[in-house]
């Protein structure tokens, strides 16, 4: 079948191209059981067994992460067994497709008009705070993209009659190659991307009948306005799709610009879903004695006033929850929770001067426990403000989790790691 008369799988199974896995298995599963050779009467039992082989392809490549990459990038060229990929399930779907329109569409010949094949996506990162998250953000821009070229319409000549373009010997006229791209340390990936001798197209025209404006390349670079909308309460790696933005091709329908949501840090509020958590900074009198007051501005600039009474005690990392104040949902007017961790200021060294305040203060707190009995007692010396971390450095036991030996001992052990024990 030729890119022309490409079947698009998403339309296939009937769903949108942002579809989540599970949409698209819930749209499979429907479908196998309409289209069940089982399921349907004798007479209609061969185009049955065709759309249910189709749709059985669709959703082996939709349904797996990479091959749906590769098919939203390169469509069903990047599964052409004749470029050393291919179907595991050892079947030609663009036959099946073929067979199955041919009866469901009325006879339909193959190689009969379609759709041309769809460009391929492209995807990008775009950051943004949690406060724009929280209250919703609409971001206009002006994007360079290439275009079919208004002059030559994507013909790439002059004169489109008199100009026949020529097969592009360096893909062999099927407009793609294959590319290695790093992807980490000592780590590439093939890939499968357009041929840049011919732009994709599988052809080229000689120079002397090339169009003027876009010198042959049959596409040109345009600066668009373009507005992108966040709706509130969206999430860390969510795909916001601008249908039909993405990089023109000739002979191609556009495929979509995507941005992958990146949620920055925040100084103030840590998100987990619809939920948000903070640190609630009272003081030691605060905590013994209550309090009444606005403990934090919110991402929408609200203050968050929490009045907690008097003889109940709040503890370091106790957590109070206030319904409703975390993240708005996407759909509707719920929110999700707040959380607030309980963090005590204590006061500073020497802030009672007095004798008398200190009696004053022992006389209103609980007093201490019962004295602890023992035949012989030691005084010791103490070092204030030690680092638990360093707690079994050295010492060869695997439950010290600070790793072997430090910086400032490499000169003892001969400048690196040495066995605790001999």
Same mark, same amino acid.
């Given at each position: ?59 082996? %490549? @939709? &349904? ?5 990459? #590769? ?9 052409? /067994?004749? $470029? *050393? ?10 036959? %099946? @497709? &073929? ?5 469901? #569409? ?9 759709? /041309?094949? $769809? *460009? ?33 319409? *994507? ?268």
């Amino acid at each position: 079948m030729d890119a022309a008369d490409e079947v698009d799988l998403y339309e296939l199974l009937g769903v949108d191209k942002s579809a989540s896995p599970n949409d698209i298995k819930k749209a499979y599963r429907n479908l196998a059981r309409q289209y069940h050779p089982d399921k349907v009467p004798e007479e209609k039992r061969a185009e049955s067994e065709a759309k249910f082989k189709a749709i059985g392809q669709a959703y082996e %490549i @939709l &349904s797996d992460e990479e091959k749906r990459r #590769m098919y939203d990038l390169h469509g069903m060229a990047a599964f052409d /067994p004749s $470029r *050393g990929s291919g179907s595991s399930a050892g079947v030609d779907l663009n036959d %099946i @497709l &073929s067979q199955m329109f041919g009866m469901h #569409m009325g006879g339909m010949p193959r190689g009969g008009p379609g759709r /041309p094949r $769809r *460009g391929p996506d492209e995807e990008q990162p775009y950051k943004v705070t949690l406060e724009e998250l929280y209250k919703g953000k609409t971001v206009k821009f002006a994007a360079e993209k290439q275009v079919v070229c208004p002059q030559c319409k *994507g013909s790439g000549a002059k004169d489109k009659e008199k100009s026949k373009p020529e097969r592009c010997q360096r893909c062999g006229g099927v407009g793609l190659q294959e590319a290695f791209r790093q992807i980490g340390p000592n780590l590439m990936s093939r890939e499968t991307v357009a041929c840049d001798h011919c732009q994709g197209s599988g052809t080229y025209i000689k120079e002397k009948d090339r169009c003027k404006k876009c010198k042959g390349k049959r596409t040109v670079k345009e600066t668009k306005a373009l507005e992108l909308y966040i709706p509130r309460g969206s999430m860390q790696g969510e795909r916001i799709v601008l249908q039909g933005e993405a990089d023109q091709f000739p002979d191609q329908t556009p495929g979509d610009l995507i941005f992958h949501l990146v949620e920055e840090p925040h100084d103030r509020f840590t998100r987990i879903g619809h939920d948000l958590s903070a640190d609630l900074n009272i003081t030691l009198a605060e905590a013994l004695c209550g309090f009444s007051r606005v403990v934090l501005k919110h991402l929408d600039g609200r203050g968050i006033h929490i009045k907690h009474p008097r003889g109940k005690v709040l503890r370091p990392n106790d957590v109070l929850k206030v319904p409703g104040e975390g993240m708005p949902h996407k759909r509707g007017e719920g929110k999700g929770d707040l959380y607030l961790i309980v963090k005590i200021q204590f006061p500073e060294n020497g802030w009672i001067s007095e004798d008398n305040d200190y009696e004053a203060l022992q006389k209103i707190l609980p007093p201490p426990a019962e004295p602890i009995t023992a035949d012989e007692v030691d005084d010791v010396e103490y070092e204030e403000n030690a680092d638990i971390e360093k707690m079994g450095a050295h010492q060869g036991d695997p439950r010290y989790s600070g790793g072997e030996w430090e910086d400032e001992d490499e000169d003892e052990h001969g400048g690196g790691p040495q066995c605790a024990t001999q």
